[in-house]
């Protein structure tokens, strides 16, 4: 028996964007993990429809850094934060192969709860070899321990539209108070529609879930900032036509107002 989600907040949202004219320059860094890369790697590719935001693989993109050829992907995020070059400090050191800082970031927290809900609606991508994703993880910029992600979903292409499936749940990354709980579960949706996903974490807890009902509730979050990733990968080489596409609809969310990390 399917459970429903939370209400979300009886508030306006703090992040709000359908996407009309590209994304909001103060909310949105349109590049991903800039960092660990060199800006030309890092830019997302992406136009704009009635429909929302078009983020795009083109046949010209550069790998997003050459050590993880082929790797392809544009990506918006709400903040940035790295150390200096050659540092090891910045926002999603996901690799165990020592990421270094090449490109310093400013630390921009547009967007960097504690806690809170994110409703995002998107069309996942049917173009082969990529992956469509959001994810909450942490910016480090306190301390770099704080380093966790909620994954509100993960899924690969299909060119189909039956047989989706989607990964959720927590990943601790190098953060020790956290226990890495990933599950993929199969969907009776054609994911490349206009479907929500929603994140709800805070207080020991997190909740994740589907056009308003509830998949997972995982008995652990992560207690300091985080920022939000949207992204469309192309993970294997190239091939079949381009631009390989997803459309990323809306974004809403909710910072919980005792913790929120202001703007800088």
Request: charged share 25%.
């Amino acid at each position: 028996m399917t459970a429903p989600l939370p209400s979300p907040p009886p508030r306006e949202p703090d992040l709000v964007d359908d996407f009309v004219s590209g994304p909001d320059p103060d909310l949105w860094i349109a590049s991903y993990l800039e960092h660990w890369t060199t800006p030309d790697r890092a830019a997302a590719r992406w136009s704009t429809s009635p429909d929302g935001l078009i983020l795009r693989i083109d046949a010209d993109q550069p790998d997003w850094r050459p050590e993880d050829a082929p790797l392809r992907v544009s990506n918006l995020q709400t903040g940035s934060f790295s150390g200096p070059v050659g540092s090891t400090r910045g926002i999603h050191r996901h690799r165990p192969d020592g990421l270094g800082v090449r490109t310093p970031v400013p630390t921009r927290l547009l967007w960097a709860p504690r806690a809170g809900r994110v409703d995002i609606t998107l069309g996942a991508s049917r173009d082969p070899g990529c992956m469509v994703a959001a994810w909450l993880v942490g910016t480090e910029h306190e301390d770099p321990r704080d380093c966790g992600e909620v994954c509100l979903v993960e899924i690969d292409s299909r060119p189909d539209t039956s047989g989706w499936a989607a990964r959720l749940g927590v990943k601790a990354h190098g953060d020790d108070r956290l226990t890495t709980d990933m599950s993929e579960i199969a969907l009776e949706v054609d994911a490349s529609d206009r479907h929500t996903w929603t994140a709800v974490w805070g207080e020991g807890e997190t909740i994740l879930g589907l056009d308003g009902v509830e998949l997972r509730r995982i008995p652990q979050a992560p207690d300091y900032p985080m920022v939000l990733m949207v992204d469309l990968f192309e993970v294997g080489g190239p091939g079949g036509s381009y631009p390989k596409t997803a459309v990323v609809h809306s974004v809403r969310g909710w910072g919980d107002e005792a913790g929120l990390t202001p703007r800088g």
